[in-house]
């Protein structure tokens, strides 16, 4: 009986070190492009950048996102995700936009009045061993010309 109290107890104080001893992996947006536009739609990429500064891996499970051209929301989405952040290692994250055509519309209005201004606002979410945890980036930039098949 002791004995399986003091398992219990190093078990315990062991998950409580674990707990004050993770740090929040750190997720930064490289680029966002749009590589097409036209009647069915616009797709690009969001490439993100994200650090993991603990002795662990830490597994990605998915992120939430939305951009915003010209102040006004341009499509939202939601990826699932299994890859694994390596310990104090840094993993490039691709994820595809897509604006169905419907969405394209008022984008192309947008765009057609001169914004060129985008933000993306994302939540990426990772499952660690106590339990989920999100981080919260913004990034904001122009759309060039090239980058939506003007010339």
């Known amino acids: 009986m002791r004995w399986m109290l003091l398992v219990a107890s190093a078990q315990a ?26 009647f069915a739609g616009i797709s690009g990429q969001m490439q993100l950048e994200v650090t993991n500064p603990n002795g662990f891996g830490v597994p990605l499970s998915g992120i939430d996102w939305q951009l915003s051209i ?7 989405g939601k990826i699932e995700l299994s890859q694994t952040i390596p310990a ?22 947008t765009l057609a009045r001169g914004a ?14 106590i339990g989920r945890l999100d981080v919260e980036v913004e990034h904001s930039g122009t759309l060039g010309a090239g980058m939506l098949g003007q010339r």
């Open 13 to 38: 104080i062991g998950c409580s070190m674990f707990m004050r001893s993770m740090e929040r992996p750190q997720v930064e947006v490289r680029d966002v492009t749009v590589s097409s536009a036209g």
């Open 70 to 76: 010209g102040g006004s929301r341009a499509v939202s």
């Open 116 to 129: 060129r201004g985008y933000q993306v606002t994302a939540q990426v979410h990772f499952s660690t061993g």
């Open 88 to 109: 104090r290692g840094v993993a490039p994250v691709t994820t595809s936009l897509a604006i169905d055509a419907r969405d394209a519309i008022g984008v192309a209005s």
